[in-house]
């Protein structure tokens, strides 16, 4: 059973993932451990949070049932590898990206239960986007209980290893882009008169309303746009501008360079 959850290395997506399960009241504070690098940064960051900062990662690993290896993906084998007997009979979560089970499983090695995740920075207000690799090591029960921590952070899907790149490009890189389209909007709203706090906060709840309405009618993109542009209306001239100035194609077009990086 998950009762304590420690989190190996605390940057931005430890902290995400951290602020998430205290907000879903997911487990107390206390039941929340981190270790890092700087020790001072590393207070300072759970201080706040109630969270229990531990002075190294083996004291980390020994008092967690369930461990989240969140360090730079360059660091992880540096960090594991000298854990692997303090892990053995633990539950290990992965995030750091293009890291893969069958990496991971062989540098760990047996007698320790594995997966790999691949989480969005969302998953701060309960609303994000957590991949897991179809293969792991994990119990039915681990399975189970982890799968059920991680809902808290919001939608969590399973793929196969071959589809997490693409799928973490469109979750992982996605929210940046996001932001660039919400940073737009808001400036044009204060070109045209608009306070910005109010303009941004118009066009973060359209961001967020019309993501609902495809998540919970399950229609196709190209409808949800017509449904708005009634013939000779001002929507359509939007649009056809957006067009013009190759909206689509620069979208897609950022994806592909990441994949290809």
């Known amino acids: 059973m998950i009762r304590t959850v420690g989190f190996l290395g605390f940057g931005n997506m430890a902290q995400a993932m951290a602020d998430g399960l ?16 700087h020790w001072e940064r590393l207070v300072a960051n759970t201080q ?3 969270m229990v900062p531990c002075r190294d990662n083996r004291e980390l690993a020994q008092k967690s049932d369930l461990i989240i290896a969140a ?12 854990l692997r007997e303090d892990l053995r009979g633990k539950v290990v979560v992965s995030v750091a990206a293009g890291w893969s089970f069958a990496r991971l499983s062989q540098l760990l090695g047996e007698g320790v239960r594995c997966l790999c ?12 986007v957590i991949l897991l690799e179809q ?3 994990l119990t039915p029960g681990e399975y189970e209980e982890v799968t059920g921590l991680l809902a808290h952070l919001g939608t969590v899907e399973a793929l196969p290893a071959g589809q997490m790149g693409i799928a973490g490009t469109l979750s992982g890189c996605g929210p940046a882009y996001a932001a660039m389209f919400l940073e ?10 608009l306070p910005r706090a109010l303009a941004y906060r118009l066009a973060a709840q359209m961001l967020a309303g019309a993501g609902k309405l495809q998540l919970e009618t399950g229609a196709h993109p190209g409808a949800m746009k017509d449904a708005v542009c009634s013939p000779g209306g001002t929507t359509i001239v939007g649009v056809a501008e957006l ?3 190759g909206f ?5 077009g950022a994806i592909d360079a990441v994949q290809k990086k």
Do not use: C, F, W
């Open 184 to 193: 737009a909007l808001g400036d044009a709203g204060v070109l045209h008169g």
């Open 71 to 82: 360090v730079k993906p360059y660091l992880l084998e540096e960090v594991l590898a000298p």
């Open 48 to 50: 706040g949070r109630g």
């Open 135 to 137: 293969d792991h090591s």
């Open 117 to 128: 995740a691949m989480p969005n920075t969302p998953v701060s207000v309960g609303e994000g």
């Open 22 to 37: 205290l907000r879903a009241q997911a487990l107390p504070a206390g039941q929340l451990l981190a270790s890092a690098h």
């Open 248 to 252: 689509r194609g620069a979208v897609i």
């Open 243 to 245: 067009e013009r100035k």
